[in-house]
Nanobody, 124 residues
Framework: QVQLVESGGGLVQAGGSLRLSCAAS????????MGWFRQAPGKEREFVAG????????YYDDSVKGRFTISRDNAKNTVYLQMNSLKPEDTAVYYC?????????????????WGQGTQVTVSS
């Protein structure tokens, strides 16, 4: 079983930046495709960004392209989400997730492990 723990959320003004981290337990982190998702109140959970096992391929939702950057450090079992130029509509609980099969850009339903989430609030 893999445990994922997010950190780095908080309150920031519009235009500001935050860096989220997700630390994973276990020795097979480098095999997993990792993703960041978010869920705003009253809305469904949605994809934000993903990164493949080798960190050579990243993918983003159009709403965050050019503002967010996903990266990973397999030696530290950690995936990051650098969020710049934040907007009030980015306010949500952010979750990291792992796909143990290491697929490329898997759908939400294929992610096997999820963290508890970290709150990001962007004030206008």
């Amino acid at each position: 079983q893999v445990q994922l723990v997010e950190s780095g959320g908080g309150l920031v003004q519009a235009g500001g930046s935050l860096r989220l981290s997700c630390a994973a337990s276990g020795r097979t982190f480098s095999w997993y495709t990792m993703g960041w998702f978010r869920q705003a109140p009253g809305k469904e959970r949605e994809f934000v960004a993903g990164i493949n096992r080798g960190a050579g391929t990243t993918y983003y939702d159009d709403s965050v392209k050019g503002r967010f950057t996903i990266s990973r450090d397999n030696a530290k079992n950690t995936v990051y989400l650098q969020m710049n130029s934040l907007k009030p509509e980015d306010t949500a609980v952010y979750y990291c997730a792992a796909d143990r099969l290491g697929a490329t850009d898997p759908p939400l339903r294929d992610y096997d492990y999820w963290g508890q989430g970290t709150q990001v609030t962007v004030s206008s």
